[in-house]
Nanobody, 121 residues
């Protein structure tokens, strides 16, 4: 089992940047596919980005492609989400997820509690 704790959320103006971090417990972090999801007010949780256990493969939702970058440091048990050129529609609670399978677009096995990102216009 893995426990996840997100940090780095906050309030930012449109066009700005934020970097989210997700710290994982456990000694098997490097065996998990890691992902970020988000849930805006009144909407369902949606996939944002994912990264393979090695970091060699990354996947993005079309809505964030070219603006967001997912990365990981297995030595630090941490996954990051660099968010640039933020838009008001990026406002959401961002969740970190972990899974032992490659395809995590439908959801993860383990979840953090989330961190709120608010983008003002």
């Amino acid at each position: 089992q893995v426990q996840l704790v997100e940090s780095g959320g906050g309030l930012v103006q449109a066009g700005g940047s934020l970097r989210l971090s997700c710290a994982a417990s456990g000694r098997t972090f490097s065996s998990y596919t890691m992902a970020w999801f988000r849930q805006a007010p009144g909407k369902e949780r949606e996939f944002v980005a994912a990264i393979s256990w090695s970091g060699g493969s990354t996947y993005y939702a079309d809505s964030v492609k070219g603006r967001f970058t997912i990365s990981r440091e297995n030595a630090r048990n941490t996954v990051y989400l660099q968010m640039n050129s933020l838009k008001p529609e990026d406002t959401a609670v961002y969740y970190c997820g972990a899974a032992r399978r490659t395809n995590v677009r439908q959801g993860a096995d383990y979840w953090g509690k989330g961190t709120l990102v608010t983008v003002s216009s």
